[in-house]
């Protein structure tokens, strides 16, 4: 069994910058695609970045592209995503997950692994 596990949420203020951390446990994920995905209260879970195995292919969505950057260490054991310039509209439970196959990594329906969730909270 997969688990997903991250870490790195917190409280920052309007512009600071916060480092999430994901790496499964359970065994190696190191040839799918891995995802960052937010959810607030009431709201659909929401796509952030994505980035392929091999690290080459990233995807943002709009609202984080040239703030958020997500990457993978050379061990494709953990993934990144470093989130700076942060707004309090970033205020979310951020998720991670895993795919195996796409062929749209910016939605939720290929991701197989999701991890439990961790707080960002970005105040005004």
């Known amino acids: 069994q997969v688990q997903l596990v991250e870490s790195g949420g917190g409280l920052v203020q309007a512009g600071g910058s916060l480092r999430l951390s994901c790496a499964p446990s359970?065994?190696?994920?190191?040839?799918?695609?891995m995802g960052w995905f937010r959810q607030t209260p009431g709201k659909e879970r929401e796509f952030v970045a994505a980035?392929?195995?091999?690290?080459?292919?990233?995807y943002y969505a709009f609202s984080v592209k040239d703030r958020f950057t997500i990457s993978r260490d050379d061990a494709k054991t953990t993934v990144f995503l470093q989130m700076d310039s942060l707004k309090p509209e970033d205020t979310a439970v951020y998720f991670c997950?895993?795919?195996?196959?796409?062929?749209?990594?910016?939605?939720?329906?290929?991701?197989?692994?999701w991890g439990q969730g961790t707080q960002v909270t970005v105040s005004s």
């Open positions: 980035i392929s195995w091999s690290g080459e292919n990233t």
């Open positions: 359970g065994r190696t994920l190191a040839f799918y695609t």
């Open positions: 997950a895993a795919a195996a196959f796409g062929p749209d990594f910016t939605t939720h329906l290929p991701y197989k692994y």
